[in-house]
């Protein structure tokens, strides 16, 4: 198996740019989740999805983020408009029940 | 109070020393347990797992977990330079079952 697989892996942007950051959870996989990473606040949670519903959304932090789950095999991450703030290593993980959480490479995102 | 709490480090051992690696949480209701490792510039990676009070081996590795106090622990013996890393607690908490991450533990095995 691949793994999940996240693209790209890497963005720059500059400020006010909309963002979008994909995932591909493992196959036969049933829950996925962003999580956003940086120095001063470690592994945030965003949102998560259990068989392509948002059970969790209240990590995201304000309207200018938005997730999607059109199917098992896709998600998005959206950002619009981005902001410095923003700049971060976005992960996305999937897993079966509660079970083994996998992390996709992740995403460095740098909104200039 | 933070879901899962560590210490950040970093804690410095020396090759072929222990490294104990401590981490509590707050949900009671919490069962599952987790130890992540995380190079720097990399994913986090799972080195165990577990679910039920007492010791788990496997290999080098050895993850402690205590109910009661609400406490979970990873001993690494022998420890190497390949393990320095930053080290990642995590449980699963609430309703919605979603796994919730300490800011971790950064080791360093020095020679």
């Known amino acids: 198996d691949a793994g999940v697989i996240q693209s790209p892996r890497h963005e720059v942007t500059e400020m006010g740019q909309e963002v979008t950051l994909r995932c591909k959870p493992i196959s036969g996989h049933n829950s996925l989740f962003w999580y956003r990473q940086t120095m001063m606040r470690g592994l945030e949670l965003l949102i998560y999805?259990?068989?392509?519903?948002?059970?969790?959304d209240s990590g995201m932090p304000e309207d200018r983020f938005s997730a999607k789950m059109p199917n098992a095999s896709f998600s998005t991450l959206k950002i619009q408009p981005s902001e410095p703030r923003d700049s971060a290593v976005y992960f996305c993980a999937s897993r079966i029940n509660e079970e083994t959480q996998y992390f996709g490479p992740g995403t460095r995102l740098l909104v200039l | 109070q933070k879901e899962v709490e560590q210490n950040s480090g970093p804690l410095s051992v020396p090759e072929g020393a222990i490294a104990s690696l401590n981490c509590t949480y707050s949900d009671r209701g919490s069962q599952s347990f987790f130890w992540y490792r995380q190079y720097s510039g990399k994913s986090p990676e799972l080195i165990m797992s577990?679910?039920?009070?007492g010791d788990k081996e496997d290999g080098r590795f050895t993850a402690q977990l205590n109910k009661a106090s609400q406490y979970v622990s990873l001993l690494i013996r022998d420890s190497q330079p390949s393990d320095s890393a930053t080290y990642l607690c995590?449980?699963?908490?609430?309703?919605?079952?979603?796994?919730?991450f300490g800011t971790g533990t950064r080791l360093q095995v020095t020679l």
């Open positions: 995590a449980a699963i908490t609430g309703t919605a079952s979603k796994l919730t």
């Open positions: 577990i679910y039920s009070n």
């Open positions: 999805f259990n068989n392509n519903v948002p059970i969790d």
